[in-house]
């Protein structure tokens, strides 16, 4: 059993939930979750109590916590993987890459705060108002916000973790980390490690229980005053638009379908696997997969083929075993989606190549749709699952219309030979990236990493610009004697 963490203190409320693994639909453990409000209020009021002396405490040792934790998550990589792997059914050998950066943002945060909360002298002498400028010294300092909510989606529960949790802890802000209840665990184990990295109490809770009583209790807060969410544009929205009301800070990082565009002169075997990998990696559960595949005419049949191909040489398998490369879906709603998605593309005249249907557990099967067509809600809605819809075109300025033809706007990418074409399509990309011949998956952890359109409101994530946003300037002026 998995206790809660409240300010740095494990509390066991008595009520649980169970986690079940999505590879044989099985609960394996369970966790506490909170059912009084109070709970909640508890951990906001400590949040508010400690931000005080941590606000104040320097930067070098927040950057010392944030190392430390990185350091603890080295040793016990392994096991950090296994827990990912086992709530979130996600390949072991992914689990460990997510580790990995998880690890690296802790550090990225802890080297480059210094940088990104760096202030400013201004030269107020240049300007004849207000007079007397000759006479001051007008400084501009970057302070934390105060407590930051971060409401984590189920597919990245550590990476999120630490994206929302890092920027915000060397900044100066307390922060209350709200997981998805499906990949609760991996949030509970980092938010260990922190206290154990010598985090002060207070300063860190991880709240588990119903999205919506939790959600509500920290988005209508006065006491808050950011929000850090990742998830679907639905529950995004929903909580932007209650946020707004007590004037806070928003990151929303939301849905995607990303397009890949081939054009007929691209390498077709690069972009083939690519475009597999960018799909079917965590049984298409990335929000930034490669979700639609738009391809020239001219190679559209070659291109399939070798596709279908690729797609079958995947091992579909249990999330823990080494050679494993796509897993199951996180649950059985999930699984119903995906039906719904199918049947509308058949009945529209989409030719289906399925893959085994694994009788367990919440696996899908690989799926990849022939003669799809942008009418088709595969084309239109986020699809998250193991499922690649690939799309004819004739000319470049069918593709562009093709790939805008969703409201959301995450990554993109295109493969040619040609750099020329390449840059005119990526004018038109209404997309937060475009990579030319290589992944929509592509992220720089540092780098803001967000979409436009439906996929992102507020500002981007990353760690340099969380730091950013999650920091208020402040004017300070000297009046010289
Ligand atoms: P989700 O929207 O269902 O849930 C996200 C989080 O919001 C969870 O913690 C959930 O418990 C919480 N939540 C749900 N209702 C709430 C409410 N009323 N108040 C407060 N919190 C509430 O998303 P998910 O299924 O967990 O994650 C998948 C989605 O996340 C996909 O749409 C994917 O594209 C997106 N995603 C986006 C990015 C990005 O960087 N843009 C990255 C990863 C995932």
Redesign the pocket.
Same mark, same amino acid.
């Given at each position: 059993m998995k206790s809660l963490i409240i300010g740095g203190e494990e509390v066991d409320t008595g009520e649980y939930s169970s986690i079940v693994n999505p590879a044989n639909g099985e609960p394996f453990e369970k966790v506490s979750v909170i059912k009084d409000k109070d709970l909640i209020k508890r951990s906001i009021d400590l949040a508010e109590d400690s931000f005080r002396e941590f606000s104040k405490l320097p930067l070098k040792d927040r950057s010392k916590i944030l190392m430390k934790a990185s350091e603890i998550m080295e040793m016990r990589k392994e096991d950090l993987a296994k827990t990912l792997s086992l709530e979130s059914g996600k390949p072991i050998k992914d689990s460990r890459v997510e580790i990995l950066r998880a690890i690296s943002v802790f550090k990225i945060a802890a080297e480059e705060a210094r940088f990104v909360l760096e202030g400013k002298v201004h030269r107020v002498d240049a300007y004849e108002y207000p007079p007397g400028n000759q006479n001051r010294i007008v400084m501009e300092v970057r302070e934390p916000l105060g407590i930051v909510a971060a409401?984590? /989606? =189920? !597919? +990245?529960p550590a990476n999120?973790f630490a994206h929302k949790v890092a920027p915000n802890i060397v900044a100066g802000n307390t922060v209350i980390v *709200? /997981?998805?209840?499906s990949t609760p665990l991996s949030a509970l184990e980092l938010g260990k490690i922190m206290y154990e990295a010598g985090l002060p109490r207070g300063v860190l809770s991880v709240l588990i229980g119903d999205?919506?009583v939790?959600?509500?209790e920290l988005?209508t807060s006065k006491k808050i005053q950011g929000i850090t =969410?990742?998830?679907?544009? *639905?529950?995004?929205l929903?909580?932007a638009s209650k946020a707004v009301l007590t004037s806070k800070r928003l990151m929303m &990082?939301? @849905? @995607?379908s990303d397009p890949i565009i081939v054009l007929n002169d691209a390498d077709i075997e690069k972009a083939v696997n690519v475009s597999v990998k960018a799909r079917f990696e965590y049984a298409g559960q !990335?929000?930034n997969a490669g979700k639609r595949i738009i391809v020239h005419e001219d190679v559209y049949d070659k291109f399939s083929k070798m596709y279908i191909d690729a797609v079958n040489k995947l091992k579909v398998g249990d999330p823990l075993d080494e050679n494993t490369d796509v897993g199951p879906i996180i649950s059985n709603t999930a699984v119903n989606t995906m039906n719904d998605f199918i049947e509308d593309a058949k009945n529209k005249g989409a030719k289906i190549y399925s893959g085994l249907r694994i009788q367990k557990g919440y696996y899908y099967p690989l799926t990849v749709l022939i003669n799809a067509s942008p009418d088709m809600k595969v084309m239109k809605e &986020?699809v +998250?699952g193991p499922l690649a819809p690939i799309v004819k075109f004739s000319s470049i300025d069918e593709a562009i219309d093709i790939a805008n033809s969703t409201d959301y706007g995450?990554q993109s990418a295109i493969f040619t030979k040609d750099l020329n074409k390449a840059l005119r399509i990526s004018k038109e990309l209404k997309f937060g990236a475009v990579i030319i011949n290589n992944s929509t998956r592509l992220r720089w952890d540092a780098l803001p +990493? @967000?979409?436009v359109r439906m996929?992102?409101l507020g500002n981007r &994530?990353g760690v340099r610009n969380t730091i950013m946003t999650m920091t208020e300037p402040k004017i300070l002026s000297i009046e010289l004697e």
């Open positions: 409401i984590l /989606p =189920f !597919n +990245f999120s *709200k /997981p998805s209840v999205s919506a939790i959600g509500d988005i =969410f990742t998830g679907s544009t *639905k529950v995004g929903s909580i &990082e939301m @849905g @995607g !990335n929000c &986020e +998250f995450l +990493f @967000g979409g996929s992102g &994530e």
